[in-house]
């Protein structure tokens, strides 16, 4: 089992940044990667950025640029740094952990608000 919790999200005017943190803990030995996800209201979860326990980062277009996906050397935390943000980056805010296999097991945080306003 792996618990993840995030932490940092609230409201912040369009232009500005937040940081999001999930603190991991449990068997994070098993995870292949790690990715932070949003949900805004009336739409699918999507994918924001992804990192790899090798290092390797994965963003989506929306987020290229603008987001940094990041992780502590032990691998027990995991960042998103959220730069010129946007009215339509507001959202809930998931970590997700990801175990080795094929395929593998998701672990998913509560989720953390991010609210940007005009």
């Known amino acids: 089992q792996v618990q993840l919790v995030e932490s940092g999200g609230g409201l912040v005017q369009a232009g500005g940044s937040l940081r999001l943190s999930c603190a991991a803990s449990g068997r994070i030995f098993s995870i292949s990667a790690m990715g932070w996800y949003r949900q805004a209201p009336g739409k699918e979860r999507e994918l924001v950025a992804q990192i790899s326990m090798g290092g390797a980062t994965n963003y989506a277009d929306s987020a290229k640029g603008r987001f940094i996906i990041s992780r502590d050397n032990a691998g027990n935390t995991l960042y998103l740094q959220m730069n010129s943000l946007k009215p339509e980056d507001t959202a809930v805010y998931y970590c997700?952990?990801?175990?080795?296999?094929?395929?593998?097991?998701?672990?998913w945080g509560q989720g953390t608000q991010v609210t940007v306003s005009t």
């Open positions: 997700n952990h990801r175990t080795w296999g094929l395929p593998g097991y998701d672990y």
